[in-house]
């Protein structure tokens, strides 16, 4: 009780303090006047193009956008697999933008690739594009210096940060349980959408943030993930979309922040804007050098970039937040479950979380109750491979109705995936050269490179310490494929979060050779080089199986104490001289081995506590 008050009356009087703690009118507009006075009006280019490097991105979409009609609309479509290729057309667009840019992202950190897009970002704006940027405060620009310079660094880069947390740009530990304890739904809901939209003509959407690991630039721990770039009359939905966000109420302009507003009214001096400090500059000379290398953008993703008809972009409105219930603010949640709801023959779903929100498990087993149901395939983390292990553990908990009530195939993706690795290598070729010709050391070579090197191929949490050693990767891709006719990019986990609480977007693309693509980015990671199996265990002594599992259905039902550690299903891994069968097949047994509930993962705190959230955390999923 002592420790109890201890901690309390701080926590208290923090609450008390900061509720109320808003910025005046009049300190708005003395930091506004300041921002006008002060930021850096030097102008870059006086073209009437703003300097704008030739793209053929850019050209493609104009084109799309030529030929489209009402009636008819016309895409060009880049499936963004690769995290090199995926960095290279976000500088290429930056760069060939003559008029605007407009970026959104639930993630800014001010690692490599965080520093490389903001530069990328403030050196358009200095040439005279409109730049601006709308980013979830939780995680992006927690520094208060920082966001003074980008105030005042051109009268073209706006930047505001959504739902920040007691109006400031950083939050600082007391804080954060402030906002959980007095203010929990609005603290708990985020923007989760992320989009990089050029001159109205042609964006980017996905999975990714700006962070390191998300473009393979992490030395421990790397996302697989996917974007998907879009150019052609789906640009206008883009556009509307992000001034809705840019617009609503939440989304709050710099000078508006307290820890900002002081700072910009503690010096009217404006501050430079320094150059960044890699830490690994090589690195960043190859992606930009390739994105400007017109080979190398050719490879890479002019070539692979599909022309197609149909593409909507959808995202959750602003006031999904507040009104959770409203169904246009939960436009893009709900197209995806009628997606899912019209399969005939087949779904393949990838998702960092298997957390299915009710409405979601009801779908799936409507589904799984028809005369012939269609079959489903899953892509997820292990508990090896992910970094959000509490989340992991309500997966580990639901997997016998993953399997039974709703026929999923589930494959778990392994911590150092060959695929993975691949990806890896591209991204990092300036770091190990040893034995390449000297002309792989050129970006415009990297495709002969990695072909050569690898063979033909159509700063936060850290996950659980493993017994096997090398580079780790984690699943952070969120795609749908239906009956191999349409498909969906983008934010949305298809788990309660993502359902209820944050907001989300993407593209659903309908076109066959695209649904194609996607589906066999997919299912590579699916393969038993790259993942483990969730099957049943195997029935050797039936009636204390049928009793072993009939203890452990009632203690997965329980909400709290679920406690059995016999559980229904466990991990398979392919035994060498077999093929691929699926877990129904009556020859998997004899072909797959089990390799145990959580495999490669050691002994540690966080496996203790995915047991007890397992055991204890049911209640918390939504929030999780």
């Known amino acids: 009780m002592p420790v109890l008050r201890r901690f309390a009356l701080p926590l208290l009087l923090a609450l008390l303090l900061l509720q109320g703690c808003t910025v005046s009118r009049a300190q708005i507009r003395r930091a506004d006047a300041i921002v006008a006075a002060s930021a850096d009006r030097s102008a870059g280019c006086n073209r009437a193009d703003h300097c704008a490097i030739p793209s053929p991105l850019l050209a493609a979409a104009t084109e799309a956008l030529a030929a489209s009609t009402p009636q008819q609309p016309v895409h060009v479509v880049t499936l963004l697999d690769d995290s090199e290729p995926a960095m290279a057309a976000r500088i290429n667009l930056?760069?060939?933008?003559?008029?605007?840019?407009?970026?959104?992202?639930?993630?800014?950190?001010?690692?490599?690739?965080?520093?490389?897009?903001?530069?990328?970002?403030?050196?358009?704006?200095?040439?005279?594009?409109?730049?601006?940027?709308?980013?979830?405060?939780?995680?992006?620009?927690?520094?208060?210096?920082?966001?003074?310079?980008?105030?005042r660094v051109s009268p073209n880069l706006q930047v505001r940060l959504y739902n920040p947390t007691f109006h400031k740009?950083?939050?600082?530990?007391l804080e954060f349980a402030a906002g959980i304890v007095c203010c929990f739904m609005q603290f708990n809901q985020r923007m989760h959408n992320k989009l990089l939209l050029v001159d109205d003509r042609?964006?980017?959407?996905?999975?990714?943030?700006?962070?390191?690991?998300?473009?393979?630039?992490?030395?421990?721990?790397?996302?697989?993930?996917?974007?998907?770039?879009?150019?052609?009359?789906?640009a206008a939905q883009m556009a509307a979309s992000f001034t809705l966000f840019w617009n609503h109420r939440r989304s709050i302009p710099l000078t508006h922040l307290r820890d900002v507003n002081r700072r910009i009214l503690a010096d009217s001096a404006p501050p430079t804007w320094p150059a960044p400090h890699y830490r690994r500059p090589l690195r960043v000379a190859q992606v930009q050098q390739a994105a400007e290398d017109p080979a190398w953008l050719q490879a890479w993703l002019v070539d692979p970039s599909l022309r197609v008809g149909k593409v909507d972009y959808f995202s959750d409105l602003p006031s999904k937040t507040d009104k959770p219930d409203k169904q246009r603010a939960l436009e893009f949640t709900r197209h995806i479950m009628r997606m899912i709801s019209e399969a005939k023959e087949q779904v393949v779903l990838q998702t960092p979380y298997l957390v299915m929100s009710r409405r979601a498990q009801s779908i799936f087993r409507r589904l799984h109750r028809l005369g012939e149901p269609p079959q489903v395939i899953v892509s997820t983390n292990?508990?090896?491979?992910?970094?959000?292990?509490?989340?992991?553990?309500?997966?580990?908990?639901?997997?016998?109705?993953?399997?039974k009530k709703f026929g999923f195939e589930i494959h778990e993706m392994k911590p150092h995936a060959p695929s993975a690795m691949?990806?890896?290598?591209?991204?990092?070729?300036?770091?190990?050269?040893?034995?390449?010709?000297?002309?792989t050391a050129s970006p415009a070579k990297a495709r002969r490179a990695r072909f050569h090197l690898l063979g033909s191929r159509g700063?936060?949490?850290?996950?659980?310490?493993?017994?096997?050693?090398?580079?780790?990767?984690?699943?952070?891709?969120?795609?749908?494929?239906?009956?191999?006719?349409?498909?969906?990019?983008?934010?949305?986990?298809?788990?309660?979060?993502?359902?209820?609480?944050?907001?989300?977007?993407?593209?659903?693309?309908?076109?066959?050779?695209?649904?194609?693509?996607?589906?066999?980015?997919?299912?590579?990671?699916?393969?038993?080089?790259?993942?483990w199996v969730i099957a049943p265990r195997q029935s050797k002594v039936p009636v204390l199986t049928d009793i072993n599992q009939a203890i452990g259905s009632i203690s997965e039902?329980?909400?709290?104490?679920?406690?059995?550690?016999f559980r229904y299903a466990t991990s398979y891994d392919l035994k060498p001289g077999c093929q691929p069968l699926r877990a129904t097949d009556p020859n998997f047994y004899a072909c797959y081995e089990p390799?145990?509930?959580?495999?490669?993962?050691?002994?540690?705190?966080?496996?203790?506590?995915?047991?007890?959230?397992?055991?204890?955390?049911?209640g918390a999923k939504g929030v999780l």
Not at 169 to 173: D, E, L, S
Not at 216 to 234: E, S
Not at 557 to 565: E, G, K
Not at 596 to 613: E, N, Q, Y
């Open 94 to 151: 930056v760069r060939a933008a003559r008029q605007s840019i407009d970026v959104q992202t639930y993630i800014w950190d001010q690692d490599d690739a965080g520093q490389l897009m903001l530069d990328e970002l403030v050196q358009a704006a200095r040439r005279g594009v409109q730049v601006r940027i709308l980013a979830d405060q939780l995680f992006s620009f927690n520094d208060p210096a920082l966001l003074d310079r980008l105030a």
């Open 422 to 439: 691949e990806d890896y290598e591209l991204a990092n070729l300036d770091t190990d050269m040893t034995g390449l010709p000297p002309e």
């Open 459 to 531: 700063s936060g949490n850290r996950p659980a310490p493993l017994h096997s050693q090398g580079h780790r990767f984690g699943l952070h891709a969120k795609s749908i494929v239906v009956d191999g006719t349409f498909a969906m990019v983008g934010s949305h986990n298809f788990d309660p979060r993502s359902d209820r609480y944050n907001t989300e977007a993407g593209v659903i693309v309908y076109d066959h050779a695209f649904a194609d693509q996607l589906r066999l980015s997919i299912t590579r990671i699916t393969q038993p080089e790259n993942a």
């Open 557 to 565: 039902q329980l909400p709290l104490f679920d406690l059995w550690p």
């Open 169 to 173: 740009a950083r939050t600082q530990p």
């Open 595 to 618: 390799v145990g509930d959580f495999p490669d993962v050691a002994l540690s705190s966080k496996l203790i506590i995915t047991r007890l959230v397992t055991a204890f955390g049911v």
């Open 202 to 234: 042609i964006g980017i959407t996905g999975g990714r943030n700006y962070q390191n690991r998300y473009f393979n630039w992490d030395d421990a721990f790397d996302y697989i993930d996917r974007d998907v770039m879009v150019g052609g009359p789906a």
């Open 382 to 403: 292990s508990l090896a491979s992910t970094d959000a292990f509490a989340v992991y553990a309500m997966s580990y908990k639901h997997r016998k109705r993953y399997l």
